[in-house]
């Protein structure tokens, strides 16, 4: 039995410090349930399961986040909910996650999507084997990255991220011009795409605790240009090419996307957006995780029984400039017809990468982009630290 999605909404993304700073995960979560339940007509009851992304889970988003999303923003306690942790890839492997169970036919109403709020993140301290040790302890941020590392690890597995994608560009040869180059297009079509009313839709606005209205993503900077960008210095290496400019922001934000089976639309009270069809997994060594996305929408495509040729739209979760064209690269000797269909709407690096609700906003933008285009088949796709990847392919039902 397939699964479709039925609607998929986001937050705005704010800035590390910036206007979500105020709110907590949990309630960041619970906006992102009560906006996509509102574009059905269904009772909430009638979820069967909620499977929600989030990466840290260290501080407000403790406790099953999920959970405490749903009962924020009214939904029965009657519905259930888990949160799962694949890092960056957390809400679209809640997507996939709630997809196979309505595969199989556990289910017919499944909630996804996810949360992060690294601006509320936490410091941590290792807890002692023994109660009042001597010496110091140093506060660690679980913001992002690795931290309270097991000294087993290979050295060169524990690299920070951006060291990892210095590496992966000396592999691919990738210059520093055309990172910039790519920020610089991810900031302007991002902005092109707000102008022209593309996101209305898509971005519900959230009640701050002063009671103002955030509406629009505020990472991105519609002045950036390759010669701008090319004026920031390197952050991972003196020598290096990855900058604060070509490589995506911190950010807060949530998003959800609703899925069912086909005779669920009777229930939820509208028809799907675009049915979930095909799903990839790949994991390889973790400081190549960048990487790690070519392959998993491989075996999405073959899953989806389809080739690079029918792909008319894709979503790369843009971590870093550099990783993204590697993968880009990838695509085009495989068989990706256009470099153009990659990101047309802007991506992480200017609209921002809140970890575990990043990949329900690939799902929202690239169904909303195939119906947009009119396009039949389209990629959604991120990488993930620690050295791996997920893609979904989503099929337009309006041109199957």
Known sequence: MPAFAYA???TPFGKLGGTLAGVRPDDLAAAAVAAVLSETSMDPAVIDDTAWGCANQAGEDNRNVGRMGLLLAGVPPSVPATTVNRLC???LDAVMIGSRAID????????????ESMTRAPWVLPKPSRPFPAGNETLVSTTLGWRLVN??????????????NEQLRERFGISRERQDEFAARSHQLANAAWEAGFYDALVTPVTLPNGETFRRDEGIRPSSTPE???ALKPVFRKDGTITAGNASPLNDGASAVLLGSESASTKIGRDPIARIAGRGVF???PQDFGYAPVEAANRALAGAGISWGAVGAVELNEAFAVQSLACIDAWLKEGLTDPELVNSKGGAIAIGHPLGASGGRLIGTLAAVLQERKERYGVAAICIGVGQALAVVLENLEVA
Do not use: N
């Not at 036919?105 to 909630?111: K, N, S």
């Open 104 to 115: 199989t036919g556990e289910a017919d109403v499944i909630l996804t999507g996810g949360v």
């Open 89 to 91: 890839g957390s809400s």
């Open 151 to 164: 000294e087993k690890m290979p050295k060169e597995w524990t690299v920070a991220l951006g060291e990892a």
């Open 8 to 10: 998929a909404t986001r």
């Open 228 to 230: 701008t960008l090319a």
């Open 283 to 285: 994991a390889l060594d």
